[in-house]
Each structure stands twice: as structure tokens, then as C-alpha cells.
């Protein structure tokens, strides 16, 4: 396990720093320059060479390259060109919150729904509650986010007055974009519950624990679900996925301050360092996500022993 | 005792030899069929699935011949009549410059499509290669070409789409090959799996024991055994391919204006749906009548395609 770990480690680290250097160069083949160079060219020669030696654009191409790793390797993603001198790194500190507070509620509401409607699915295998689930899971995973927040936005915001449509003052500002976001969630975790569940419920140690004169629901709670929710770890990375492209949209279109926007926001401002950072932010975090899946996959089901390899 | 019996009872002369036919006993009484019709016959059994492959079609025709059935073109600006709702002269109303929303719904709904389709035949034709190449080659080869999609794997798809993006310019072509660069991964692996699990597979042994050369192995059963999947896949990827381009559109990554996608037409009608819900409705319908649909076939396809997955 030890050095299963560490050999994941290293990957990590491998594959962070050619997603660094990637980056780094895609972002200098940008054509145009992030600054408004109609604005540069009223300034003196001294004043512009002045402004870009402040970022360091000055240098050759190389050294701007290893200062860039140097400063990553220490944690530091640079300045900002837009919000005026503002590092990356409290830029994306400061509108981490809105975001992690609507991604943990859209995971709760999203597991907890998905998994009750996953479970009874199964239990009432071809009955209503099955067909209702397999339309929910089949919709929520067709009907793309930013549609169901703009649908939303329209009926439970504006026509019904229900919600706040937009912007982050209260607690319930966050409710729309929460559902929103875990529609998706919902139809991805009820769907898979539901096959594990139906596979589980046809093995051959759920014959044996009837046979031992056990009633239904000691069944179920003892022995079927707990085999049938282990495997429900694994898709947690496709949710991260979907949770990381629902909040780019969901955040512009409900006027959240989370890095979401922030990520679209530097994208049409041309922010090359907020976006370098936030791809460098967004794939570490996909990647320890990934990792710590796996782990824990280890860690609670015996029956999968890894030896070093993917 | 009994037997000299049951002897007298049934007495020779009411038994008659039949024989045993060879030729009848190996007969084949059904029709010989392939793979593929064979899921055909199974896809034909699924409602929701064959429900779905109407639709598809009913919206492929409009896509194509929609355009063509009112007088306006999809660029075509009235600053005389902006913001109309439906009606006999605009079945769909029209947008801020008076463009006609059937037009450019079903113009979107073909620029779409094409991008989709064309993405997902691109993902499959890399994928089988490269996949096809690191499962045959194995070892060293292999352990690198595995290297890199481990890398490529490690981003979220949509991080490395948008930073393409950034550097091309936003168009047709664009948009189809950052799609490209991300999806063939997934393809690459699931042929790559299916190659190494078949490689070791005993009517493969015993195909070349019978002297096969590895063209007739890999044409003839390989292929074949890995077409399900293949399609199976393509399913999936078309409207996830559909999801990606309406999300790039719409946070204006995507095509720009006046050419039609159904996300620029989702984008457009978001701007306006407070006054004219109409514009968001139409393309919203079209965007998940199409991903429902394609999510549906797709599933019947794999309960109809992978005979282990059936229930």
C-alpha cells in the first residue's frame, strides 16, 4: 500500500509539472498581450520597460519559465495582470468559499437523494419507483446544467418569487445554484446505486442470509447495502468532473463570486496567470481527488488489493 | 424375470428403426447471423431505445431540410421586426436583429450535430489506432503510450478544451478538434483493454494455430468482438460531444455570432428569456430532445450490444 501510494505520488508530480510547463507555454503562444497595449504606447520607453519588468515580462522566455516553477514549487502562483497586482493566490482564496459551500451541499443533496432513489430502484426492481428512478437518472444526466439553471432561474426565481435569482447575499442564495448543480450529481449516483445494488442483491451470500432465517431488512441493512455503497466511491471523480463544469456556468449565470466565474471571468479578460493558475488549482485538485478514491477503495474493500498498479 | 416380460408385452414388430440421420442432428434450422443483426434484433425489442432512434431521425430531417422550409436565412437581420413572438409569418418568433428563430434553430441544431459527429467519428479513428497499437505492441511501446494518456487523463477534459480554444480561434473546425484531443483517450483505452483481454483468448490461439497470419486475426476477430464497444461508445460521446460545444457557446468560448449553435441560441435566449422565454424554450427543447435521445439509444445499445451487461 506504502508504496503504492508513493509511486502514485510521484505520477502526481510528474504529470503537475508537464500540465505546468504546458500551460506556461500555451499561455505565451497566446496571440496579443494581456495588457491594453493602446495604453502602453502613451507611456515612455522607461515606464513601459519598468511596467513589464513588475511581471517579470522583461527576461527571456526562459528565465520567465524557471522563475514561473520556482515560485510554483514555493506555492506561489504570481500576480494577477488584471485585478491590479493582486496575487493568484488570495485572488483564488478569496473566491473559494461561495464555490466550496455550493459543491459540498450539491455532493450531500446529490448523494443522499441519489442513493435513497438508487436503493428503492432496486428494491422495487420493475416497478414504478424503478421506472420513475431510471427517468430521473436518464434526464438528469440529458438535461444540460446551465439549461436547468437558466429554466429555473426563470420559474422558481422570477415567476414564482420563491428564490433570490441571482448574486450572494443570504444563505438562500445558494439554494438554486445547489439544485442546479445536483441534478446531475442525483442522476449519476441513483444509476450507478442502482446496479450495484441489483448485482448485490444476487449474490449468493443474500440467499445464504435468508437461508439462515434472516428477515428482509436485516438483510438489506447488514449485508446488501454495505457491498452495494463501497463501489459508490469510485464515481466520485465523473462527479468532481461535473461539478467543476456545472460551476463554471452556474456561477456566471446566478452572479456567484466563486472561482468558477473567476475562471470565466480571466478567460474573456485575458488574465493569463489567474487562468495558469486556476488550471494548475482545478487539475490538482481533480488529481488528489482521484488519489484519495482510490486509497479509500483500498482501505474499505479487502477484496481489492493493489500492488502497485493502476 | 421382468425383462422377458416387458419382451412379451412389447413384442419386436412394433419398433422401427429410424436410424440416426447425421446430417440432421447438425443442421443449423436458423438463419446464420452476425453480431449486428443480432443486436438489431435485440435493439428492435427495446421501445424506449427504438422511440428514441424516431426522434433522432424526425430531428435530423428538420436539421437538414428545417432551413430550407421558410423564406428567411439564418443571418438575416429586420430591425423592423425584432422580438416578435411566434407566429405565421416566423413560426418561432425572432431574436434582437429580427433573425428568424426557426432558421437558426434548425441550422444551430445541424452546426451541432456536425460538430458532434464529426468529433465523436474523429475520437473513434484515433482511438482504435492508438489503442489498437499499444494493445498489440504491449510491453515497453505500450507502457509508454500509457504514460501519456495517464497524463492527458489527469486534467479535466474541459480545462484542456478551454485553453485550446483560447489559442485558436473560436470556429467549426476548432471547437471539433479540441473536443478531439481530449475524447480519442477514452476510446484509446477501451480498445486497448478489449485488445489485451482477446489477445489471450484460446480461439485466438487456436486461430493461429491453424496458421492465421495476425492480419486475418486482427480483421476477423478482433474487429469484430470490438465493434460493439466501439459503437456503444461513439453513442455516448455524441452527446456528450453536444453538451460541450452548447457549454462553450455559451460562456462565449464557442461560435460567435451570426453563425447558430444550439448553445449560441441558448445564450442568446438567456440574455432575453425575462421578456421572451421563447427563445430560451425552443433550443433548450431541441438540446435535450437530442440528449435524451442519444442517452436512451445508447443505453439500448449496450444492453443490445454487450451480451454480458443483459439482464
Request: with cysteine; net charge neutral.
Given at each position: 500500500m506504502k508504496k503504492f501510494i508513493?509511486?502514485?505520488?510521484?505520477?502526481?508530480?510528474?504529470?503537475?509539472?508537464?500540465?505546468?510547463?504546458?500551460?506556461?507555454?500555451?499561455?505565451?503562444?497566446?496571440?496579443?498581450?494581456?495588457?491594453?497595449?493602446?495604453?502602453?504606447?502613451?507611456?515612455?520607453?522607461?515606464?513601459?520597460?519598468?511596467?513589464?519588468?513588475?511581471?517579470?515580462?522583461?527576461?527571456?522566455?526562459?528565465?520567465?519559465?524557471?522563475?514561473?516553477?520556482?515560485?510554483?514549487?514555493?506555492?506561489?502562483?504570481?500576480?494577477?495582470?488584471?485585478?491590479?497586482?493582486?496575487?493568484?493566490?488570495?485572488?483564488?482564496?478569496?473566491?473559494?468559499?461561495?464555490?466550496?459551500?455550493?459543491?459540498?451541499?450539491?455532493?450531500?443533496?446529490?448523494?443522499?437523494?441519489?442513493?435513497?432513489?438508487?436503493?428503492?430502484?432496486?428494491?422495487?426492481?420493475?416497478?414504478?419507483?424503478?421506472?420513475?428512478?431510471?427517468?430521473?437518472?436518464?434526464?438528469?444526466?440529458?438535461?444540460?446544467?446551465?439549461?436547468?439553471?437558466?429554466?429555473?432561474?426563470?420559474?422558481?426565481?422570477?415567476?414564482?418569487?420563491?428564490?433570490?435569482?441571482?448574486?450572494?447575499?443570504?444563505?438562500?442564495?445558494?439554494?438554486?445554484?445547489?439544485?442546479?448543480?445536483?441534478?446531475?450529481?442525483?442522476?449519476?449516483?441513483?444509476?450507478?446505486?442502482?446496479?450495484?445494488?441489483?448485482?448485490?442483491?444476487?449474490?449468493?451470500?443474500?440467499?445464504t442470509a435468508h437461508a439462515k432465517g434472516l428477515g428482509d431488512l436485516t438483510v438489506l441493512i447488514k449485508h446488501a447495502i454495505r457491498n452495494a455503497l463501497i463501489p459508490v466511491i469510485t464515481i466520485l471523480g465523473p462527479v468532481f468532473v461535473s461539478l467543476l463544469t456545472g460551476s463554471l456556468v452556474i456561477e456566471n449565470i446566478f452572479g456567484i463570486p466563486g472561482i468558477g466565474s473567476l475562471f470565466v471571468d480571466s478567460i474573456k479578460m485575458n488574465d493569463y496567470t489567474t487562468i495558469m493558475g486556476l488550471t494548475l488549482f482545478y487539475s490538482s485538485f481533480f488529481i488528489l481527488t482521484v488519489l484519495v478514491v482510490d486509497i479509500l477503495y483500498g482501505i474499505i474493500d479487502p477484496r481489492i488489493r493493489v500492488h502497485g498498479k493502476g | 424375470m421382468q425383462d422377458t416380460k416387458q419382451q412379451k408385452k412389447f413384442s419386436d414388430d412394433l419398433f422401427q428403426v429410424v436410424g440416426r440421420r447425421e446430417e440432421q442432428s447438425e443442421k443449423i434450422n436458423r438463419p446464420n447471423l452476425t453480431g449486428l443483426q443480432d443486436g438489431w434484433l435485440r435493439l428492435?425489442?427495446?421501445?424506449?431505445?427504438?422511440?428514441?432512434?424516431?426522434?433522432?431521425?424526425?430531428?435530423?430531417?428538420?436539421?437538414?431540410?428545417?432551413?430550407?422550409?421558410?423564406?428567411?436565412?439564418?443571418?438575416?437581420?429586420?430591425?423592423?421586426?425584432?422580438?416578435?413572438?411566434?407566429?405565421?409569418?416566423?413560426?418561432?418568433?425572432?431574436?434582437?436583429?429580427?433573425?428568424?428563430?426557426?432558421?437558426?434553430?434548425?441550422?444551430?441544431?445541424?452546426?451541432?450535430?456536425?460538430?458532434?459527429?464529426?468529433?465523436?467519428?474523429?475520437?473513434?479513428?484515433?482511438?482504435?489506432?492508438?489503442?489498437?497499437?499499444?494493445?498489440?505492441?504491449?510491453?515497453?511501446?505500450?507502457?509508454?503510450?500509457?504514460?501519456?494518456?495517464?497524463?492527458?487523463?489527469?486534467?479535466?477534459?474541459?480545462?484542456?478544451?478551454?485553453?485550446?480554444?483560447?489559442?485558436?480561434?473560436?470556429?467549426?473546425?476548432?471547437?471539433?478538434?479540441?473536443?478531439?484531443?481530449?475524447?480519442?483517450?477514452?476510446?484509446?483505452?477501451?480498445?486497448?483493454?478489449?485488445?489485451?483481454?482477446?489477445?489471450?483468448?484460446?480461439?485466438i490461439l487456436a486461430s493461429r494455430a491453424l496458421g492465421a497470419k495476425n492480419r486475418r486475426i486482427i480483421t476477423s476477430h478482433m474487429l469484430p468482438n470490438t465493434l460493439g464497444i466501439i459503437i456503444i461508445n461513439m453513442m455516448f460521446t455524441i452527446p456528450s460531444a453536444i453538451f460541450t460545444e452548447a457549454f462553450l457557446s455559451f460562456i462565449g468560448l464557442g461560435l460567435q455570432e451570426p453563425l447558430a449553435s444550439l448553445g449560441v441560441l441558448i445564450n442568446d435566449g438567456f440574455r432575453s428569456m425575462r421578456n421572451q422565454f421563447y427563445l430560451l424554450a425552443f433550443p433548450s427543447i431541441v438540446i435535450i430532445g437530442l440528449m435524451v435521445c442519444f442517452n436512451l439509444l445508447a443505453d439500448g445499445l449496450r444492453d443490445a450490444l454487450d451480451p454480458r451487461l443483459r439482464k
Amino acid at each position: 500500500m506504502k508504496k503504492f501510494i508513493l509511486v502514485r505520488l510521484v505520477n502526481i508530480v510528474i504529470t503537475l509539472f508537464i500540465i505546468a510547463t504546458a500551460t506556461f507555454f500555451l499561455m505565451k503562444m497566446l496571440p496579443g498581450s494581456p495588457f491594453d497595449e493602446e495604453k502602453l504606447v502613451d507611456l515612455t520607453d522607461e515606464a513601459r520597460m519598468e511596467f513589464y519588468a513588475r511581471y517579470g515580462l522583461d527576461e527571456p522566455l526562459y528565465v520567465q519559465y524557471l522563475k514561473y516553477m520556482g515560485n510554483l514549487v514555493q506555492g506561489d502562483l504570481g500576480l494577477s495582470y488584471y485585478y491590479k497586482d493582486q496575487p493568484v493566490n488570495s485572488l483564488i482564496m478569496g473566491r473559494i468559499g461561495p464555490s466550496a459551500l455550493l459543491g459540498f451541499q450539491a455532493v450531500v443533496l446529490g448523494l443522499s437523494i441519489g442513493i435513497i432513489l438508487g436503493m428503492i430502484a432496486a428494491f422495487r426492481h420493475n416497478t414504478i419507483w424503478d421506472y420513475f428512478t431510471m427517468i430521473v437518472a436518464v434526464l438528469g444526466v440529458s438535461i444540460p446544467n446551465f439549461v436547468l439553471a437558466a429554466i429555473l432561474q426563470f420559474y422558481v426565481g422570477l415567476q414564482w418569487g420563491l428564490f433570490p435569482v441571482a448574486y450572494w447575499e443570504s444563505y438562500e442564495s445558494s439554494i438554486l445554484p445547489t439544485i442546479s448543480l445536483a441534478v446531475t450529481v442525483i442522476a449519476l449516483i441513483a444509476r450507478f446505486t442502482r446496479n450495484e445494488m441489483l448485482e448485490v442483491l444476487q449474490q449468493d451470500y443474500i440467499t445464504t442470509a435468508h437461508a439462515k432465517g434472516l428477515g428482509d431488512l436485516t438483510v438489506l441493512i447488514k449485508h446488501a447495502i454495505r457491498n452495494a455503497l463501497i463501489p459508490v466511491i469510485t464515481i466520485l471523480g465523473p462527479v468532481f468532473v461535473s461539478l467543476l463544469t456545472g460551476s463554471l456556468v452556474i456561477e456566471n449565470i446566478f452572479g456567484i463570486p466563486g472561482i468558477g466565474s473567476l475562471f470565466v471571468d480571466s478567460i474573456k479578460m485575458n488574465d493569463y496567470t489567474t487562468i495558469m493558475g486556476l488550471t494548475l488549482f482545478y487539475s490538482s485538485f481533480f488529481i488528489l481527488t482521484v488519489l484519495v478514491v482510490d486509497i479509500l477503495y483500498g482501505i474499505i474493500d479487502p477484496r481489492i488489493r493493489v500492488h502497485g498498479k493502476g | 424375470m421382468q425383462d422377458t416380460k416387458q419382451q412379451k408385452k412389447f413384442s419386436d414388430d412394433l419398433f422401427q428403426v429410424v436410424g440416426r440421420r447425421e446430417e440432421q442432428s447438425e443442421k443449423i434450422n436458423r438463419p446464420n447471423l452476425t453480431g449486428l443483426q443480432d443486436g438489431w434484433l435485440r435493439l428492435k425489442k427495446n421501445k424506449a431505445a427504438i422511440g428514441s432512434l424516431i426522434i433522432l431521425l424526425i430531428l435530423l430531417v428538420l436539421a437538414i431540410i428545417g432551413p430550407y422550409l421558410s423564406s428567411y436565412s439564418y443571418e438575416q437581420t429586420d430591425y423592423e421586426k425584432v422580438f416578435m413572438e411566434p407566429n405565421s409569418e416566423h413560426w418561432l418568433g425572432t431574436d434582437k436583429f429580427g433573425r428568424d428563430q426557426w432558421t437558426r434553430l434548425w441550422e444551430g441544431t445541424r452546426i451541432s450535430l456536425y460538430i458532434a459527429v464529426l468529433a465523436a467519428l474523429l475520437d473513434i479513428l484515433i482511438g482504435i489506432t492508438y489503442g489498437a497499437i499499444s494493445g498489440l505492441k504491449g510491453g515497453k511501446v505500450d507502457n509508454f503510450m500509457q504514460r501519456i494518456i495517464e497524463i492527458l487523463v489527469g486534467v479535466p477534459n474541459l480545462i484542456i478544451i478551454i485553453l485550446l480554444i483560447m489559442i485558436m480561434k473560436p470556429g467549426i473546425l476548432t471547437i471539433t478538434l479540441a473536443m478531439v484531443i481530449t475524447g480519442w483517450v477514452n476510446m484509446a483505452r477501451l480498445v486497448r483493454g478489449q485488445i489485451f483481454k482477446l489477445k489471450n483468448q484460446e480461439y485466438i490461439l487456436a486461430s493461429r494455430a491453424l496458421g492465421a497470419k495476425n492480419r486475418r486475426i486482427i480483421t476477423s476477430h478482433m474487429l469484430p468482438n470490438t465493434l460493439g464497444i466501439i459503437i456503444i461508445n461513439m453513442m455516448f460521446t455524441i452527446p456528450s460531444a453536444i453538451f460541450t460545444e452548447a457549454f462553450l457557446s455559451f460562456i462565449g468560448l464557442g461560435l460567435q455570432e451570426p453563425l447558430a449553435s444550439l448553445g449560441v441560441l441558448i445564450n442568446d435566449g438567456f440574455r432575453s428569456m425575462r421578456n421572451q422565454f421563447y427563445l430560451l424554450a425552443f433550443p433548450s427543447i431541441v438540446i435535450i430532445g437530442l440528449m435524451v435521445c442519444f442517452n436512451l439509444l445508447a443505453d439500448g445499445l449496450r444492453d443490445a450490444l454487450d451480451p454480458r451487461l443483459r439482464k
